[in-house]
C-alpha cells in the first residue's frame, strides 16, 4: 500500500504519480454528493405541499351530520300584536323537550306544563298585555345530541282598557224582579263582541236577553219573573277580548246569586190601596196615597233598589225648585226607593187622613208610619212594586224598568237579537 502523499516512479515507464491527489479528488466528490442529499432531505421536511402517505386499508372520518331533532315554537320567531290569550306551544320532532320557559323582561315565567309523551310543551295561563317575551326551549334528540331555541314575540298593546263591574253581587239573595246589571268603565263600540264574553247559567234554566242602555250598561232579565230560589251564576270572559277602537277588555268577573222568596206588591191608584202577596200568597192589604194630578206616580213595574231607614226628599232631585210651588225638602222615615226619578214607598204620617181615600203625594206612595216599618222589614233589594192606575209609563230605563218592555222590544235591545240559556 502507499501512503498518502507519497510520490513513487513507475519502474516501467518511469512516470511520477501523485496519489495524494487522486485521493483528494475523490473526496471532494463524495462530500458533494453527502451534501446534494441533505438539501433535498431537508427541503423535503419544509415542503408544505408533500404529505406523508394513508396506511393502506384507512379512510379519513366523514363530518357529522345535523342534530335530528328539530323544536318549533307558536308564535314563531319575532311575531307582534298576539293575543294574550294565545296558548303558546313549543314542539319538538324527533326528540324529547328539556328545559322550556316563557318569560318577559317584567315578570316572571309563565306557567306551562310539558305534555306526557314529551314532545309538546304549552302555556297554562294568559299573558300580559304589551310585552315581549322569550322562549327559550332545549330537547334531546333520538340521536342523543342536544338541540335548543330562542325566539321571541310581543303581545297586543291596547288603547285603554274596559272593567266590567256586575249587579247583583256575589253571595247576595234577591227579589224575582231583578235584573242582572253589567257596567263598563269604557264605552264598547263592538257590542256584540261584549255580550259573546258574558255567559249567564241557571238552576233551573231560563232563557233570558241583553238590552244595551247605553254604549257602557246593559242588563239581562228573563222572559218572565224569576222563579223563587233560582241559583244565578254570571261570568265574564273579557280579558283578551277586542271591543273594537283599541278597547280591550281588562278583567274577567264572575258572580254568583240566589233569587229569594217572590214578594210583589200591587199599588192600585184609583182603589187607593195596596196588596202584598210573598210566594201568591196574600199577606197583606194596606191604605196608600199616590201621587197627585200634576205630581202622578209613573204607571208600571217598579222594582226595589234601595231601602233606607231615614231618607232627605229633596224635590229639586225632579227638577222642582225648592222656592217653587211645592218645592220641599223633607226627612222621611222607611223609604224604600222603586225608581231613579225620585219615587219611594215611605211612612208619611203628615197624609194618614187621605190614605185609602186620595192621592195627594209628589209621586211617592204613602203609608202609616206602621206600614212603613212594615215594608222596610219585608220589601228587598229587586221585590216587586206593581204600580196600576197611574201615569206617565214608568221608563225602561229609569231604575229597573226593564218589565216595561215587551219581549219583542227587549230583544230588539240586544246586540244578538236572540235569547241566551
Not at 62 to 80: C, E, G, K, Y
Not at 217 to 237: A, C
Amino acid at each position: 500500500m502507499v501512503p498518502v502523499g507519497v510520490s513513487r516512479s513507475d519502474p516501467a515507464t518511469g512516470r511520477r504519480n501523485t496519489v495524494s491527489g487522486l485521493v483528494r479528488r475523490g473526496a471532494v466528490i463524495t462530500v458533494l454528493l453527502v451534501v446534494g442529499m441533505l438539501g433535498a432531505l431537508l427541503a423535503g421536511c419544509n415542503s408544505s405541499h408533500i404529505t406523508a402517505p394513508t396506511p393502506a386499508g384507512h379512510k379519513a372520518a366523514p363530518p357529522l351530520p345535523p342534530p335530528v331533532a328539530v323544536i318549533t315554537s307558536d308564535p314563531a320567531d319575532q311575531v307582534a300584536n298576539v293575543s294574550p290569550l294565545t296558548t303558546i306551544t313549543v314542539t319538538v320532532a324527533k326528540g324529547k323537550l328539556g328545559e322550556v320557559s316563557v318569560a318577559s323582561p317584567q315578570g316572571a315565567p309563565v306557567a306551562g306544563q310539558l305534555q306526557p309523551d314529551s314532545t309538546t310543551w304549552k302555556t297554562a295561563e294568559p299573558l300580559g298585555y304589551g310585552k315581549t317575551y322569550t322562549i327559550n326551549a332545549s330537547a334531546i334528540g333520538d340521536d342523543n345530541r342536544q338541540v335548543s331555541s330562542t325566539s321571541t314575540f310581543t303581545t297586543i298593546a291596547p288603547r285603554t282598557l274596559a272593567f266590567p263591574s256586575i249587579n247583583p253581587l256575589n253571595g247576595e239573595t234577591v227579589g224575582v224582579g231583578q235584573p242582572i246589571s253589567v257596567y263598563f268603565d269604557e264605552p264598547i263600540r263592538d257590542r256584540q263582541a261584549a255580550e259573546n264574553t258574558i255567559t249567564v247559567t241557571t238552576d233551573p234554566p231560563v232563557d233570558g236577553a241583553f238590552y244595551w242602555f247605553s254604549s257602557k250598561e246593559l242588563h239581562w232579565r228573563p222572559q218572565q219573573f224569576w222563579e223563587p230560589g233560582t241559583h244565578v251564576s254570571v261570568d265574564i270572559h273579557d280579558y283578551g277580548k277586542d271591543f273594537g277602537n283599541g278597547v280591550y277588555g281588562e278583567q274577567d268577573r264572575t258572580s254568583n246569586f240566589t233569587i229569594g222568596d217572590a214578594f210583589i206588591a200591587r199599588a192600585d191608584g184609583a182603589a187607593h190601596q195596596m196588596t202584598v202577596e210573598t210566594n201568591g200568597r196574600l199577606v197583606r192589604t194596606m191604605p196608600i196615597s199616590m201621587g197627585k194630578l200634576n205630581t202622578p206616580s209613573a204607571k208600571g213595574v217598579h222594582v226595589v233598589t234601595e231601602r233606607n231607614a231615614t231618607k232627605v226628599m229633596d224635590s229639586t232631585t225632579f227638577g222642582l225648585a225648592l222656592d217653587a210651588p211645592g218645592g220641599y225638602i223633607a226627612k222621611v222615615k222607611w223609604a224604600t226607593r222603586i225608581s231613579n226619578s225620585g219615587e219611594f214607598v215611605h211612612s208619611a204620617p203628615w197624609s194618614v187622613a187621605q190614605q185609602g181615600n186620595s192621592n195627594v203625594s209628589h209621586g211617592c206612595i204613602n203609608v202609616s208610619m206602621a206600614q212603613g216599618i212594615w215594608l222596610y222589614q219585608h220589601l228587598d233589594i229587586g221585590d216587586i212594586v206593581d204600580v196600576q192606575g197611574g201615569t206617565p209609563q214608568l221608563g225602561i230605563d229609569d231604575g229597573y224598568g226593564a218589565w216595561n218592555a215587551s219581549w219583542s222590544q227587549w230583544l230588539a235591545g240586544s246586540a244578538l237579537h236572540q235569547p241566551t240559556t
